[in-house]
């Protein structure tokens, strides 16, 4: 199950408790069978949550597909939600008390419960507390509940005292459960302009984990340990020998006792020094140098196998490192004596630690430089490290993926790698823009905590087309939405939306954007007050059939913007067919507000939903890969949120459509170079399909010329993968070059390229045909 896709199947809940006892069985296997200790106890924890969902399934407490899931909690709740959407039957923002909770207590000298602080919080010493946090921003809020208070608090100075206390009332029933109370911070939070992928805790837990390489310490102990004492050892055998090899006359008296001397540290250096093994061996060289020692201080004498081992392994050690003290041993040993002192990661790692402590951790870094700079003179002397010393790519990669910057300065710098993790950023952003709303510092601050906070809420499953809790039902937004100047906020959502617009597409040409920065989008596009359609990615598994109105009205952009174009002669689509049921479609309100009957189709588009039926040739919920064929089809049609950017938002990629084509073509050769020997194809396939159909459309918003000359020059990038590739592609680009004659794509040599299928798929043949 897709967990970012929209969710809209209708069953009954006995059915839907599969999916939560197949999780339940996965989780209890890892929590038994797993050879790493955290890991057994994170999947404990994940089999608690499912015999959760489970019991308050099976006992009446949870409606799994309600947007009121728990039974006693208000859709505002933030539910704790596990993967595919299932509530469990606790709230985000309940259990035990947390730490700040526990010293805010001690220090109002009240009881430590949640009842007891959200009353102190409401006292003229409570909320002049609160006043303070609002006034410093130094608060964190990691669920929305948190922000509550301190919204009370504002209603209450700026003289609102009636939403003041009819939020306070539409609380307390909770405040007993939940936390209201926001966390203190040490900092207040960073440039509202600058967005974080990880932030400082994270870099800190990470850097923490760390643990000394065993092959590493191994290594170390080797060259400063064990390779010493072999080259004493060895050099003890050799006063054995005048011209010939070893024992060439009988050891004395003062030999034997100083090889007593060297048994004696070698036990002691072994109880020490575990992490290496090999000294251990008798095979090896040192074993046997050792064996033989002890043989003749025990007064043996050695037979010839253990006397032809022995002057063999001293042989071989001269051969390969020369006589202990020559010039080239001693000046290998030099070299190893450098390479063992240089420092572990594990100690840089922890130099790196004690810079990041005083950092706030719940942001970015701004400027992460002097926390991944040389080891300095000062930090040598009180850590012991080396004065210069660099700190490894593999610590700085951590440090650098928390950097605080501009959204599009992170992409620049790789910290941005795909869709995906531009997708998890976007709620920052939207934050800070959507909090301009507010003229007052302290509400916009807070505005924007409790959205970041409210869009780490995980999406619920839904049954019926029900929409996800918007950010404007929270009862403490809807506190304050008189206090906004919805004016002051276009302008900004709009600059906002452009702008991200562009750098997704931009960025990642070859990509679908995917559902959490569609919904981002989405609410600038309120914000900004224009009519743009932004189309979410529906999960095949779950689809019923059905499409919600903006599915027509993002095809209605895309007809008006690609009629007569590359995309409509390529996927043969009749744009006329949807100008008239978009048509349909706006006359239909009309008939219902004079008087007509109200039915689910105002609701749900079932033209289009017929429209995508017919053109894929396959009925709903006949397989999931019917599904996913009518879905495809769905996406061609709307172009998946390309034709409502260009048309409604004006966004207008810098490095042009040409470059973005070609850039999605070399997507479209990399993701068909996986099909090859893999034997689960269909995704990379999908992947493959997907990248082509935004190609087709970038190029279709070329000028005929450069058009012509970006498709001419697709063989030769198709040539710089491997010739497979080429092979599969072929009838692919066959097709495209036919529909810019004008001819139809799927004819004679062409195929179609679409990612889902019910049959075999003709681009799995290494020829690239059925």
Not at 24 to 37: E, I, K, P, Y
Not at 189 to 203: E, F, I, K, L, S
Not at 438 to 443: E, N
Not at 471 to 493: I, N, Q, T, Y
Request: charged share 20%.
């Amino acid at each position: 199950m897709d967990d970012d896709a929209e969710q809209q199947h209708s069953t009954g809940a006995g059915a839907t408790t599969q999916y939560p006892q197949h999780q339940l069985a996965r989780a209890l296997l890892t929590s038994v069978v797993h050879g790493d200790g955290r890991t057994r106890l994170r999947a404990e924890a994940r089999a608690d949550r499912w015999r959760a969902v489970l019991a308050g399934m099976a006992e009446g407490r949870l409606v799994i597909g309600s947007r009121t899931p728990v039974a006693g909690l208000p859709a505002w709740v933030t539910p704790e939600v596990v993967r595919g959407g299932f509530a469990t039957s606790a709230a985000s923002a309940e259990g035990p008390l947390q730490p700040y909770e526990r010293e805010a207590a001690t220090r109002a000298g009240i009881p430590a419960e949640r009842g007891a602080l959200f009353a102190y919080c409401l006292t003229e010493p409570g909320l002049a507390r609160l006043y303070e946090l609002l006034d410093s921003g130094r608060y964190q809020v990691t669920v929305p509940e948190e922000a509550a208070l301190l919204t009370v608090a504002w209603l209450v100075r700026a003289g609102d005292t009636a939403a003041a206390l009819d939020l306070v009332d539409t609380l307390e029933p909770f405040a007993g459960r939940l936390r209201f109370t926001p966390r203190p911070a040490a900092l207040p939070a960073p440039d509202a302009d600058a967005v974080h992928r990880r932030t400082a805790g994270d870099a800190h837990a990470a850097l923490t984990r760390r643990r000394p390489n065993p092959a590493v310490e191994a290594q170390r102990e080797a060259l400063t340990v064990w390779q010493p004492f072999g080259d004493r050892l060895l050099a003890h055998w050799l006063e054995t020998a005048t011209t010939g090899p070893v024992l060439e006359h009988a050891p004395d008296t003062s030999w034997l006792q100083r090889g007593a001397l060297l048994l004696r540290q070698y036990e002691e250096l072994a109880a020490v020094h575990t992490r290496c093994t090999k000294h251990r061996n008798p095979k090896e060289n040192l074993g046997i140098l050792r064996g033989a020692l002890a043989e003749t201080l025990a007064g043996r004498t050695l037979d010839p196998r253990r006397l032809g081992l022995l002057r063999h392994a001293v042989e071989s050690m001269l051969r390969r490192r020369g006589r202990p003290g020559s010039a080239p041993h001693t000046e290998l040993r030099a070299r190893q004596a450098v390479q063992a002192a240089r420092p572990s990661h594990h100690h840089l790692a922890q130099l790196v630690l004690r810079r990041l402590d005083g950092l706030r951790p719940d942001t970015g870094i701004a400027d992460v430089q002097p926390l991944i700079a040389d080891v300095s003179p000062r930090e040598a002397q009180e850590t012991g490290l080396p004065a210069g010393e660099p700190v490894p790519p593999a610590i700085r990669r951590v440090v650098e993926a928390a950097t605080s910057a501009p959204l599009g300065t992170l992409v620049e710098r790789g910290i941005v790698p795909s869709a995906e993790a531009l997708a998890e950023l976007v709620p920052q952003l939207t934050a800070a823009t959507s909090a301009q709303a507010h003229q007052d510092d302290a509400l916009r601050t807070l505005a924007a905590a409790n959205y970041r906070a409210f869009r780490n809420r995980r999406s619920l499953l839904l049954y019926n087309l029900a929409a996800q809790v918007r950010v404007d039902e929270l009862p403490w937004v809807r506190a304050v939405a008189a206090h906004r100047a919805d004016e002051d906020g276009r302008e900004p959502a709009r600059v906002a939306l452009r702008r991200l617009g562009e750098l997704a597409v931009q960025a990642f040409p070859g990509t679908l954007l995917p559902n959490p920065l569609v919904r981002e989008l989405a609410v600038l596009a309120s914000k900004s007050g224009l009519e743009a359609p932004l189309v979410e990615e529906l999960a095949a598994d779950i689809f019923m059939g059905t499409f919600t109105p903006k599915f027509l009205e993002a095809a209605h952009v895309a007809a008006d913007l690609l009629d007569g174009t590359l995309y409509e002669r390529y996927y043969d689509i009749d744009y006329a067919a949807v100008r008239d049921l978009a048509a349909a479609a706006a006359a239909a309100p009309a008939a219902a507000a004079s008087g007509g009957p109200r039915t689910r189709a105002i609701r749900t588009s079932g033209g289009f939903a017929e429209l995508c039926v017919q053109r894929a040739g396959e009925f709903a919920g006949r397989s999931v890969a019917a599904n996913g064929r009518i879905i495809e089809q769905s996406q061609i049609l709307t172009t998946h949120n390309l034709a409502t950017l260009v048309a409604r938002v004006g966004i207008n990629p810098r490095p042009g459509w040409d470059d973005l084509a070609r850039r999605s073509f070399t997507t479209v050769c990399r993701t068909t170079a996986r099909i090859h020997n893999n034997p689960r194809p269909l995704p990379t396939i999908k992947d493959t399909a997907y990248a082509w159909r935004q190609m087709v459309f970038q190029l279709s918003l070329c000028e005929p010329t450069v058009q012509a000359r970006v498709i001419a020059a697709l063989d030769d990038e198709a040539a710089r993968h491997p010739n497979h590739v080429t092979a599969r592609l072929a009838p692919a680009l066959t097709g495209l070059r036919q529909a810019a004659a004008g001819r139809p794509a799927n004819a004679g040599a062409g195929r179609l390229l679409l990612g889902w299928t019910t049959g075999p798929h003709w681009l799995r043949n290494d020829a690239g045909r059925a």
